[in-house]
């Protein structure tokens, strides 16, 4: 059964601010920054996720975005790139390879900006959320510690 004291967050993780908005998650996820300290990068490189936050210890690697980002990233790209190419090949049906250089830089270029900013907020959302994961990717067991 679960009790009131189930539910509390972490001093560890959170510094014990106990301040978890998911807007600021959110925003601080798309800026690639540390959802605790607000300072600290969240990446090392374009999309690896460090696993301790440089400024505040956090623990960064407990919250896992798994395939989440790449799902997002699909689904945006696709709405944008689909209808776009779909119109200017019925506006004006340029040669395939025009078509293959012109929209496929356009579309590295939307997956190089969108998914480490979907990765970030799913992962600054596992914070808010308290979603702990331990290495091998099952959820945290906070009781065991
Ligand atoms: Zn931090």
Redesign the pocket.
């Known amino acids: 059964m679960l009790t009131p004291d189930d539910h509390k967050v972490s001093p560890i993780v959170d510094g014990g601010s106990g301040n978890r908005g998911y807007m600021k998650a959110c925003t601080t996820g798309f800026m690639g920054r540390?959802p605790?300290?607000m300072?600290?990068k969240l990446f090392t490189g374009w999309a690896t996720l460090k696993p301790i936050?440089d400024?505040?210890q956090?623990k960064l690697s407990d919250f896992r975005a798994d395939d989440g980002p790449a799902y997002i990233t699909i689904c945006i790209v696709g709405l944008i790139i689909g209808p776009l190419l779909y119109w200017v090949d019925d506006w004006m049906p340029p040669s395939p390879l025009i078509q293959l250089g012109f929209w496929l830089p356009v579309t590295l270029a939307l997956i190089f900006v969108i998914l480490p900013r979907a990765k970030g907020i799913l992962v600054n959302m596992g914070w808010a959320l308290s979603l702990k994961h331990d290495a091998h990717g099952h959820p945290a067991d906070d009781t065991k510690d």
């Open positions: 540390c605790n300290c300072r600290g936050c400024v505040c956090t």
